[in-house]
């Protein structure tokens, strides 16, 4: 009987797909594929560290490519959610799509549906983030956000704001998972900062902005106001479009967290 | 920049834009190519909801409500006694421009009321967006307002700087323009219409000979109507409708419950509900006409002149039609499928590919995401049960109403007391 493996990984996404790539070419009899920083011991399973290794990642995404364009963001959406487990279900997905063409759009199979769902909650995600960050201009001319998504959506939103403000500066950042994206003019990077204090739209306002950032924001939440029709009001359906745990980045609604 | 000032009219001019229901800020081209600010291709994005659950994606005011006319169902008519303003045309470009910057908004919904004549007012909301396009650079999205009975050459050059035109016929009949609004006549509508149309062709022809054709509209035009003013029925409401999209080639008509604003006993008084649920149904109808395949007259006829408020036009149909089904999901072609109460375009897509590799059975449906709850009566799959017995469409109903919670049912019930 072959051995049973856990492989570990740096965390990143190449990282996996290299751990992929380990997996079909030693044809490993795996139970587990874990991030370094979270590790838990399987009962009888030997683990090994597998260190990124680009070309491979690289092959693993071209041949998941050629069997389907669709799949590969289904892949990496699903990959962003960083669901416990969510490794080994991606790895039995890729296994299942290579085994067969089309198979990512076999919905009656449980795994393909998961992934599927889960891809989807990501982009719900994304598109969320993308509506509700709310720019703050700082006193150096840097449009400022702060954001705390349910998961990694960052990398997915960066091409969306590059191409939409190209002519300022601007800067988002993960709060919960402290990095962020900051859009130099030129190109985008991955900054990481000392924030000490949170951004929000705090009804407190900080000497960090702008003074017509404060008088911008105010203009912004009359009109939020009067747009409302009175004989019309449902909030029911405003809490499900807008979640709770968003309002506090919503200058709009900084009165009612 | 006076900012007390600025925001009284933001108040001001934004209250009386809020009756235009339009927010689609989809279907443009415009992609940033200059390092300007700003893009506006593919999907619109809903940046925040109003507390009745109303997208708002862009910032959609007046640029003045003064008016010379008096509509009847119009916040903005002459003859009601309220604040007026008007912005400057610098300052609505200063409020785009800073709104877009911060994401609050995809664009502008520019509208106004009738200053002087239709042609000087259509000239100061082309300043607008000309101001934004060529000084700021900006290619967010523009809606324009086309005024009634301007004239052909200013809506040729609205289009160059406008993604989307629209103008509301607000009443579905001819009778009810005359009764509410007799100043306006009925060919001012349709003048900037016809003309916005033609240039759209226009475009798409000569796009093709000369690549970079200047853009006119790419996303298109629009209309609305208001309904629940005039008495209309909702054959006179959706026929219209079919009239617009055909003829004008209208990418989007909207469907506005009349919100009683003033006093006049050629309207509903003050304090009568919003036809929100009606509305509600009106758009479900619009949805099966352009995305079901479904005719008008399969739904509304000289039979049917109104839409059932307790069950979705779809469930209505089906109930009437009940010799077409059930219907085998695992054979029947898409067009089948669509008719299926229940059953989504989203679902019919993930059917027809899941029943590639298996026959399915209500276990798949159900995770495939089917509100089987009406569905199953209307189909059977790879499974020995379904329903049989209860073919009644009556029974059918009432077991499918029992089993459902509408978020309209206190709207329902007080409705239908006043539709019976
Ligand atoms: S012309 Fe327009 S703004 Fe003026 S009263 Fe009629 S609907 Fe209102």
New interface residues.
């Given amino acids: 009987m072959m051995n049973q493996t856990t492989l570990i990984y740096d965390g990143s996404f190449n990282g996996f797909l290299t751990c992929v790539f380990q997996a079909f070419d030693e044809k490993l009899k795996l139970v587990a594929i874990q991030k370094n920083k979270q590790v838990q011991n399987e009962l009888f399973s030997e683990s090994t560290t597998v260190f990124t290794n680009i070309e491979q990642a690289k092959r693993v995404w071209t041949g998941i490519r050629n069997k389907s364009f669709n799949a590969i963001s289904t892949i990496y959406f699903a990959y962003l959610s960083e669901n416990e487990g969510v490794e080994m279900m991606l790895y039995t997905y890729i296994k299942k799509l290579m085994a067969k063409r089309g198979t990512q759009v076999d919905f009656s199979d449980e795994t393909i549906l998961y992934i599927h769902q889960l891809a989807k909650k990501v982009g719900r995600e994304k598109h969320r983030v993308e509506a509700f960050v709310r720019f703050q201009l700082t006193k150096d001319q840097i449009y400022f956000a702060n954001i705390e998504p349910d998961f990694d959506v960052l990398p997915l939103i960066s091409k969306h704001f590059k191409n939409r403000y190209a002519d300022q500066q601007w800067l988002i950042y993960d709060a919960k998972r402290n990095y962020g994206i900051f859009y130099n003019l030129d190109g985008v990077e991955i900054v990481s900062l000392d924030i000490k204090e949170l951004h929000y739209n705090r009804t407190q306002q900080s000497n960090v902005f702008t003074s017509g950032e404060y008088a911008y924001q105010e203009l912004w939440n009359n009109y939020f106001k009067s747009t409302n029709i009175k004989s019309r009001i449902n909030r029911k359906l405003h809490t499900q479009h807008v979640p709770k745990r968003y309002w506090k980045y919503l200058s709009e609604k900084k009165e009612a967290v | 920049m006076n900012?007390e000032r600025?925001?009284e009219k933001?108040?001001i001019l934004?209250?009386a834009a809020?009756?235009d229901v339009s927010c689609a800020s989809s279907g443009s081209s415009r992609?940033?190519t200059n390092?300007?600010?700003?893009?506006s291709t593919g999907m619109g994005?809903?940046?925040?909801?109003?507390?009745?659950?109303?997208?708002?994606s862009l910032?959609?005011i007046l640029l003045t409500n003064h008016c010379i006319f008096d509509c009847a169902y119009c916040v903005s008519r002459r003859t009601n006694d309220i604040k007026r303003a008007a912005f400057k045309v610098q300052e609505v470009v200063d409020?785009t421009i800073?709104?877009y910057?911060?994401?609050?908004i995809e664009g502008l919904f520019l509208s106004s009321g009738i200053f002087k004549d239709p042609d000087h007012t259509m000239e100061r909301l082309i300043r607008v967006a000309k101001k934004l396009r060529e000084e700021e650079?900006f290619n967010g999205y523009i809606h324009l307002k086309s005024i009634p009975g301007c004239s052909d050459e200013l809506m040729y050059e609205a289009g160059l700087y406008a993604d989307r035109l629209s103008i509301n016929i607000e009443i579905p009949t001819v009778s009810g323009l005359k009764l509410l609004a007799p100043e306006k006549d009925h060919k001012d509508f349709i003048q900037p219409m016809n003309k916005v149309k033609n240039e759209i062709i226009r475009y798409n022809n000569e796009r093709k000979i000369i690549k970079n054709t200047p853009k006119y509209a790419p996303a298109g035009q629009s209309t609305q109507m208001i309904v629940g003013a005039t008495g209309e029925s909702d054959k006179d409401v959706m026929y219209s409708a079919t009239y617009y999209y055909k003829k004008y080639s209208m990418k989007r008509v909207y469907y506005s419950?009349y919100?009683p604003v003033l006093e006049d006993n050629r309207l509903p008084a003050i304090g009568s509900?919003?036809p929100?649920l009606r509305e509600n149904r009106l758009y479900q109808t619009d949805w099966l006409l352009r995305f079901y395949g479904f005719a008008v007259n399969e739904i509304l006829n000289d039979d049917y002149p109104n839409l059932d408020m307790d069950i979705d036009p779809k469930l209505s149909w089906a109930l009437r039609n009940m010799h077409l089904f059930p219907v085998d999901i695992n054979n029947a072609d898409k067009r089948l499928l669509a008719r299926i109460p229940g059953l989504g375009m989203k679902s019919v897509h993930?059917i027809i590919?899941?029943r590639?590799?298996?026959k399915?059975n209500w276990e798949?449906l159900k995770?495939?995401g089917v509100a089987l709850n009406r569905a199953k009566y209307f189909m059977v799959c790879d499974s020995r049960e379904w329903e049989r017995k209860d073919r009644e469409p009556s029974k059918i109903k009432g077991l499918i109403l029992q089993n459902s919670a509408s978020?309209f049912r206190n709207q329902i019930s007080n409705q239908l007391s006043l539709f019976n």
Avoid: P, W
Wanted: hydrophobic share 30%.
């Fill in positions: 900012f600025i925001k933001l108040n934004a209250d809020k009756y992609t940033n390092k300007g600010l700003g893009n994005i809903c940046h925040s909801y109003t507390e009745d659950g109303r997208c708002v910032l959609k409020l800073n709104f910057r911060r994401n609050y650079n419950g919100v509900q919003v929100m993930k590919h899941a590639k590799f298996r399915l798949h995770k495939i978020k």
